[in-house]
């Protein structure tokens, strides 16, 4: 059975010590799951349609309207009164969620022009397409979380292979790895996504690829740090005199105490992913349009002043998701700290 080491908790009381991490964490872990839900909590479709004594899920499967009795072999429009005359004809019901709208659903029901204001229907209006603000700010939130985390991976992955590489061998192979990197971190990121968006078409995996070439760098220096400094301890002497390969000694022995300063890095390099990918939605290099996201909403807000409440609920979404990465991050700065 694992069981964790005395520093390990003494690090996880450490962590737990900072209360504002702690909740900050949970919130997170809160949000994260919110975010993943989304089409439990915000969707066009019903979770459950009961229809002559059957059930059906059309948010896990799709339907056509002559399933329930309708004419036309398509999709069937649940928010339409024909749809639910339909179904009730037959004594059936559907269940909504809580937001019966999906991200790019359009509110054909609106009695005020779009962008309308908050109402009982939408509560926090809708955006200058009629549509829902809220399902919109959920899913866009989402999409930048997801994206942070799997670019924080690949970041990781990469920039602390590298740095191991450079720490480990020292020497040329230092001095060469420093130099490209050096020529590297100089290439203008945000200026050769907007060149290469006008021959590639913009989308979550191309922008994730492209970002990752140049967020590993931000832990090759720590971790090359770490692998300088250890690899002359005694330690690691007396494992190398014992026959351990060098794949061996960078895995067991120097690795864990280079994961200790790595990983307070990891919620920073998180908001940096989100900040970018809101700018580059905002300018339109990033996600394809129509798709949900946060920087789309600042930039309609921006073109539409009269509409604060676009605005202001982008800006609180990305508030909350960054405050709590920084508290996140900077209760586990304090726990690895060496000198708590």
């Not at 964790?4 to 919130?27: D, E, V, Y």
């Not at 896990?60 to 429009?77: I, M, S």
């Not at 999906?102 to 209006?125: K, R, Y």
């Not at 970002?211 to 760098?217: G, I, V, Y």
């Amino acid at each position: 059975m694992w069981r964790m080491s005395p520093l390990g908790q003494r690090r996880l009381a450490a962590f737990k010590s900072n209360r504002r991490g702690w909740w900050s964490l949970w919130l997170f872990v809160a949000l994260l799951a919110l975010c993943l839900g989304a089409e439990l909590i915000a969707n066009d479709k019903p979770l459950v349609v009961s229809y002559e004594g059957n059930l059906y899920y059309p948010i896990l499967h799709d339907y056509q309207e002559t399933d329930f009795g309708g004419q036309l072999p398509f999709a069937p429009d649940y928010s339409s009164q024909y749809v639910r005359d339909l179904i009730a004809s037959k004594h059936g019901w559907m269940l909504f969620p809580p937001i019966p709208f999906g991200p790019e659903s359009v509110n054909w029901d609106l009695t005020a022009p779009s962008p309308s204001p908050p109402s009982a229907q939408d509560w926090l209006g809708t955006d200058d397409q009629a549509r829902d603000v809220l399902a919109r700010a959920l899913y866009g939130a989402r999409v930048s979380i997801l994206f942070a985390l799997m670019l924080t991976a690949v970041s990781t992955v990469i920039g602390v292979f590298a740095g191991a590489i450079q720490g480990y061998y020292g020497g040329l192979v230092d001095l060469i790895g420093q130099r490209l990197q050096e020529i590297w971190s100089g290439l203008p990121v945000l200026y050769l996504l907007i060149i290469l968006s006008g021959f590639v078409a913009p989308g979550f995996w191309w922008l994730l690829g492209i970002m990752a070439l140049f967020s590993w760098l931000a832990l090759v220096d720590v971790v090359r740090a770490e692998f300088l400094r250890g690899r002359n301890l005694e330690y690691v002497k007396a494992a190398r005199a014992l026959g351990l390969t060098d794949g061996e000694l960078m895995r067991r022995h120097i690795l864990p105490n280079a994961m200790t300063s790595t990983l307070t890095y990891l919620p920073f390099i998180l908001t940096g992913a989100i900040s970018t990918l809101t700018a580059l939605d905002f300018l339109g290099f990033g996600m394809p349009a129509g798709t949900a996201s946060l920087g789309e909403l600042i930039g309609q807000a921006k073109q539409n002043l009269q509409a604060p409440w676009l605005g202001l609920t982008a800006f609180c979404v990305l508030a909350l998701i960054l405050s709590l990465l920084v508290f996140i991050g900077e209760a586990c700065r304090d726990a690895f700290d060496p000198k708590h």
